[in-house]
């Protein structure tokens, strides 16, 4: 089959449906009969002319119909009838094609026309097809060219894949343009029609950037196109033929050029498509002509030269550049304003201590959100649309959009007034912030060293209980607060109980918040250390109730990470997820018997009088906050296990089994250090110092060890705080509450929709995560940018704006697939996940969501538990690679510890700060998208 014949032809249905002209030849009515191949069936069979294809019986004649149903229909421009055909041919020739004669000439063109007439929503079939077409070309094929051809088609399909997506993916257009880049050095029909795609991959290229006000990238694209177009230019020599495809090429990048402002490079390919090679009969030049949006700068059969455009341009340039100015203000990116604002925030305090011998924070925050904004309007007032604004006085902007813009500039200036009025609050407060921060920080430790030196002292203070002398109220109380206590202590202690304490935590969560009340008057001193009820002091039922607000925001917490999911929507199932066989009570009661702890302890830290000053109060908040970090850690993490110091230390000794001594000393050393690289001191450090703050400094205002500061601070961790720290630094991740999670929903699950729908939600949120400069992204909504201050919504309705994947949940992942972890899955639990993949591959806006998850199966390929099953799911699929822009090839090196498995993993599914902040700015702003590039390229 000839290179021509592949690259079909340009067809206009009786609707709108159409062959990409990105592979279009030359007028289809004087072309098409010769590049039609050959009818192949006229040779005699070399097989019975009947014989039996699971399912259904057929014949040679039937598939010889196949193929010229499939023909007629593809000249008549009947392209879903024309696909639909080859697709049938492909099927059945798969298996038989070895059996008839040039029967690999018949695979190959019902493959290669089936994928080019299809619709991108057959994407993940195409590609698997394609991959195995390139890894077992049938006889006659196996040669550099048709391999080339499969490329361009596996570039051409992920193009149309992305086109579909809410969010265009880049990394798969990247991909795409690399393929198109491989098989340049072929023929040159191949090398010809690989610039033609590569041309249009990189419009949709600079579609993203605009969306995203990457300006430069922007620019730089536009000029990448022009060059490819020049090399297209000079292919002509020995293709004179394309000549009309060529034009076509140069019309359409000048629209699109022209309809993203960049009228600089538009009316340059627009002059180039007029002269020679090209003239005014071509139906590209004709159409580009009287196209509405050059008519301004047409004269007849020619576009004006820019000299003859600025003569004719109308009066009050500035006033439109400074419009476009407006239209276009931006920074470029997070670094740019953070170096900015810096500036300005120092600038603002000098001129404030000059004028008033003072700095204050107004005058540092306005300095800082004036520079900013400056910075916004001076780039955009340099932009390409704002520079060709000045030179012709022209600009798309109506007043009322202009006052929109300013609006709008007005609004992100205000939020950033908020954001450094925080840096300029800390330099106003100066040294007295410092004395603050050391006195609360020295009460502190002068507490831990006195709880040392009582541990120290054996507990020799600690009463004795005395049973026989309690009545009978006081021996229940006691056995049970007491049992509590002792669930609690075997749940820190003992790993190996944990999955019975789990079940009978629901059962005394009572019993942990009245100990937790017990904790918190011994501590504080309100009461000694007697094992006596305190029904009848206030003290004490305040404390009760002070756990109880602890506990209803850690089962929000629960629902915010994604531990309990909802998964009906009726009344019932808010009250259904709490029943004990769901809900894992040992995490609450934890939380409250610590809080009984710390509460105390924050009073105690707070014993001075509250400061006079908002600043100084919020830095004695975040000292209390930091003061309490060591119990936090070192119960619920270090004794907890969820900073795992003694299963590290004997994970590195196992792992390097076979070394010598010192290295087995160094990789035990190195595991019990890696303990601290865990999700949750990540969270407890990381949260401490940025999303706890405002709720610390309200509790702080109010009083730490008490019901309002309590009640201020769980209000604030229920609205926002506690959801978006959740959400940044979950302290869950990568840890057994979530990997029991995923065991909980895939056990016994079969294939049940309702299953697969609950993992949809549970890759929402547990493999997602909210970067922590999320406020500062450059967020095209200002509902998207606030969204901490509504994170309360997080477990009905997860965020739609972009997430970075959750790494630490990952690497557990992988883990539990080679039965690394305590928590298990089993073969049919891994069938569910595979499913779950199967089912979402095919939505290119399940891009971001899938593919940690494909990333994390295709390193388990190396499972000796689970590498078989996955193996046989990714031969059966291979496209899966190409669709999830995935190294087929990448194997984990054999042998890795499990400490150093975890980070590949990290490392292999983490997204970089700057792509990432680039599709920041591209979600909502990609709405017209599809209308840029409508009769672009595709006709």
């Not at 509902?783 to 994170?791: F, G, K, Y």
Request: charged share 20%.
């Amino acid at each position: 089959m000839s290179g021509a014949s592949f690259f079909a032809a340009t067809f206009t249905a009786a609707g709108t449906q159409t062959v990409p002209a990105i592979f279009s030849s030359p007028p289809v009515e004087t072309v098409l009969p010769s590049l039609l191949p050959p009818d192949l069936f006229t040779a005699a069979p070399v097989v019975s002319p009947s014989f039996s294809l699971s399912p259904h019986p057929i014949s040679l004649s039937r598939l010889k119909n196949i193929f010229a149903e499939a023909r007629e229909a593809r000249k008549n421009g009947q392209l879903d009838v024309a696909a639909d055909r080859y697709s049938q041919a492909f099927e059945t020739l798969s298996s038989l094609y070895r059996h008839l004669p040039n029967g690999g000439d018949l695979l190959t063109e019902a493959l290669f026309e089936s994928v080019v007439l299809s619709g991108p929503s057959k994407a993940p079939e195409h590609l698997n097809r394609l991959a195995e077409f390139a890894a077992n070309p049938p006889p006659g094929h196996e040669g550099k060219e048709d391999q080339a051809k499969v490329k361009l088609l596996t570039a051409f399909t992920l193009m149309g894949h992305v086109r579909q997506s809410a969010e265009p993916s880049l990394p798969l257009l990247e991909r795409a343009e690399k393929l198109t880049e491989e098989t340049q050095s072929e023929s040159v029909n191949i090398h010809f029609f690989s610039s033609l795609l590569k041309i249009e991959i990189l419009a949709h290229q600079l579609l993203i950037a605009h969306s995203r006000r990457d300006f430069r990238g922007r620019d730089t694209l536009a000029k990448r196109m022009g060059d490819e177009l020049s090399d297209l230019n000079l292919l002509l020599t020995d293709l004179p033929d394309r000549k009309e495809i060529v034009a076509r090429c140069y019309a359409d990048t000048a629209r699109l050029f022209a309809r993203l402002g960049l009228w600089g490079p538009s009316l340059e390919k627009a002059r180039t498509v007029t002269v020679s090679p090209f003239d005014s009969t071509s139906v590209a030049v004709k159409e580009l002509l009287t196209d509405p949006i050059f008519a301004p700068f047409v004269d007849g059969s020619r576009f004006l030269t820019p000299g003859e455009i600025r003569l004719r341009a109308k009066g009050g340039q500035w006033k439109k550049r400074f419009q476009a100015a407006l239209a276009l203000a931006h920074t470029r990116g997070l670094v740019e304003s953070l170096r900015i604002g810096a500036a300005g925030l120092v600038g603002g305090m000098v001129v404030d201590a000059a004028l008033q011998g003072g700095h204050g924070v107004f005058a540092g925050a306005a300095g800082a959100t004036a520079f900013i904004l400056a910075k916004s309007i001076a780039n955009g007032w340099n932009t390409n649309e704002a520079l060709y604004a000045s030179e012709v006085g022209t600009f798309d902007r109506t007043p009322a959009e202009s006052a929109k813009d300013a609006a709008s500039l007005v609004v992100q200036s205000g939020l950033n007034s908020f954001a450094w009025a925080f840096p300029a609050a800390l330099l106003h407060v100066g040294t007295d912030g410092i004395a603050v921060f050391h006195d609360t920080l020295e009460r502190a430790f002068r507490m831990y060293f006195s709880f040392g030196r009582w541990i120290g002292s054996g507990f020799s203070s600690l009463p004795t209980p005395n049973f026989s002398s309690m009545d009978f109220s006081d021996l229940v109380y006691n056995t049970y607060t007491k049992a509590a206590g002792l669930l609690f202590a075997l749940n820190l202690l003992s790993p190996s109980l944990r999955k019975h304490t789990d079940r009978l935590a629901f059962y005394f969560l009572p019993g942990a918040l009245l100990l937790s009340a017990d904790i918190g008057m011994a501590v504080s001193g309100q009461s000694a250390i007697d094992f006596t009820p305190h029904f009848g002091d206030p003290h004490y039922w305040s404390r009760v109730e002070r756990v109880s607000i602890v506990a209803g925001e850690i089962f929000f917490m629960m629902l915010t990470s994604g531990i309990l999911a909802l998964d009906k929507k009726t009344p019932g199932a808010v009250l259904s997820v709490f029943h004990p066989r769901r809900a894992n009570y040992m995490l609450p009661m934890a939380a409250v018997i610590t809080n009984g702890m710390t509460s105390a302890i924050g009073g105690m830290m707070q014993k001075s009088a509250t400061p006079d000053h908002l600043s100084l109060i919020a830095l004695q908040g975040a000292a209390i906050t930091v003061g309490i970090l060591p119990i936090t850690l070192g119960l619920s993490g270090v004794l907890k296990g969820n900073i795992p110091i003694g299963a590290g230390v004997r994970e590195g000794w196992t792992d390097s089994r076979g070394e010598n001594i010192f290295k087995r000393v160094g990789a035990a050393a190195g595991g019990g250090i890696g303990a601290f690289n865990m999700p949750y001191s990540h969270n407890r450090v990381f949260r401490s110092v940025t999303w706890d703050l405002p709720a610390a400094g309200l509790r702080t205002l109010l009083g730490w060890d008490t019901n309002p500061g309590q009640l201020a601070m769980t209000g604030t961790n229920f609205v926002a705080g506690n959801g978006t720290a959740t959400a940044t630094w979950p302290e869950t991740g990568g840890t057994r509450w979530e990997r029991d999670s995923l065991s909980r929903l895939t056990l016994n699950a079969g294939s049940k929709p309702e299953v697969l729908a609950q993992l949809d939600d549970f890759f929402a949120k547990v493999g997602k995560v909210i970067h922590p400069m999320h406020p500062f992204l450059g967020h095209a909504s200002l509902s998207d940018r606030l969204w901490p201050l509504r994170a309360v919504t997080r477990p009905i309705a997860p965020p739609q704006f972009p997430q970075k994947p959750n790494a630490h949940f990952f690497a557990s992942l992988d883990q539990m697939l080679h039965g690394g972890t305590v928590e298990r899955l089993d073969a049919k639990q891994v069938s569910v996940l595979l499913e779950y993949v199967e089912l979402h591959a095919g939505n290119p806006d399940s891009f971001y969501t899938l593919r940690p998850l494909v990333q994390v199966l295709a390193a388990a390929r190396d499972s000796v538990l689970f590498g078989k099953q996955i193996n046989t799911f990714f031969d059966a699929r291979p496209g899966l690679f190409d669709l999830f822009n995935i190294d087929s090839e990448e194997q984990i090196p054999f042998g890795r510890s499990r400490l150093q498995r975890r980070k590949y993993i990290r490392d292999a599914v983490a997204e970089k700060f700057f792509p990432f902040e680039k599709r920041v700015k591209a979600h909502r702003r990609v709405a017209g998208f599809r209308q840029l590039m409508e009769g672009l390229f595709i006709s």
